[in-house]
């Protein structure tokens, strides 16, 4: 027995020795070093070591900071300290300088009268001073009062030397297929009475520019792709008589200062996104004598009390609103010619006029008391 302990004893010696002994032959590889004369050292040679001490600033053991330098020769750099004004490494601004040789410049101020970057000042048909280029036609800036390329099938944008023209007094650009924004150049024409844009692909806001034109007696922008809101610059036609901007995007609520175009005969802002109040500066338009036309927008609120104020008006359209609460009876003494209320949400009882007028019953009256 006591000879058995002891071959037992030795055994586990002998496998003990073993284990450490696989232990100490384990490669460095496994750490992440190398071997050198027995030890495991790192790549900068030290043992046990951990590379930081021939490492350099990108991180790099033995390198040369080659792999974090930006191309302005900074470690850890952002190229910044050698961008030119556009941004470009090492540039020479080449890549933003417009044609005047001007740094992240627009071309203004080597563009002459014509709008020709480095003209002289002179088109095909004289002095830019006197004469526009337009569509291969040359229009003397003095004289010409009338413009009209109606349904000339033009594509592309409206040119802006348009606005040189500044003795318009007619401007029809209606059935073609220009597109694009209106350009602001347009507000140069203080003399327009009329201007058409009508059936078009125009898209983008009206520009402010519009209020310029305070001698405008007709307007029309309708049937294109023009959105944003109905600028408050309106407020300076006090000379409109016809104002049509259906059938387009517009959005946003109808701005009060149309209350200032007592002059106007008939309003057209049928199929927008119109949304909101209807203003009730509204009230004030009592030359309104045509159409009245809001119809198919997202207009809100109760049925407006100035209406009685429109004494004249011959198509009175507010279907396919949110307008709410109750239509009043006095609407019945204004002998409208044809009056649309449909596909609102106005509760009963109706005024007695409307009830045979088809649609009056088409209202959402899921909220009447």
Request: glycine share 10%.
């Amino acid at each position: 027995m006591k000879n058995l302990f002891y071959i037992l004893f030795i055994s586990l010696f002998i496998f003990s020795c073993d284990d450490d002994s696989n232990l100490m032959n384990t490669p460095c590889e496994s750490f992440g070093l190398f071997e050198e004369n027995g030890f495991c050292v790192d790549e900068c040679g030290v043992d046990n070591g951990d590379n930081s001490t021939c490492a350099d600033e990108c991180g790099v053991p033995n390198g040369d900071n080659s792999t974090c330098t930006d191309e302005c020769g900074i470690v850890n750099g952002d190229n910044s300290t050698c961008a030119d004004e556009c941004g470009v490494s090492n540039g020479d601004n080449s890549t933003c300088t417009d044609e005047c040789g001007i740094v992240n410049g627009d071309n203004s101020t080597c563009t002459d009268e014509c709008g020709i970057v480095n003209g002289n000042g002179y088109n095909g048909c004289g002095s830019c001073e006197e004469w526009v280029i337009l569509y291969d036609f040359c229009y003397n800036i003095e004289t010409t009062t009338t413009l009209s390329f109606y349904n000339d099938q033009l594509t592309g944008e409206i040119p802006s030397q348009i606005g040189n023209l500044t003795n318009l007094t007619s401007l029809d650009l209606s059935y073609n297929n220009f597109s694009g924004e209106i350009p602001s150049e347009i507000g140069n024409l203080t003399s327009l009475e009329t201007l058409n844009l009508y059936h078009n692909q125009l898209s983008g806001p009206i520009p402010s520019e519009i209020g310029n034109l305070t001698s405008l007696e007709s307007l029309n922008f309708g049937y294109n792709e023009l959105s944003g809101p109905i600028p408050s610059d309106i407020g300076n036609l006090t000379s409109l008589e016809t104002f049509n901007l259906s059938y387009n995007d517009f959005s946003g609520s109808i701005p009060s200062e149309i209350g200032n175009l007592t002059s106007l005969e008939s309003l057209n802002f049928r199929y927008n996104d119109l949304s909101g109040s209807i203003p009730s500066e509204i009230g004030n338009l009592i030359n309104l004598q045509g159409y009245f036309y809001l119809d198919h927008n997202r207009l809100s609120g109760e049925f407006p009390s100035w209406i009685e104020n429109l004494t004249s008006v011959y198509f009175f359209y507010l279907r396919n609103n949110e307008l709410t609460g109750q239509i009043p009876a006095e609407i019945c003494n204004l002998n409208y010619n044809n009056i649309e209320l449909g596909y609102n949400q106005f509760c009963p009882p109706y005024p007695s006029c409307l009830i045979n007028t088809g649609d009056i019953d088409t209202q959402d009256t899921s909220n009447c008391p």
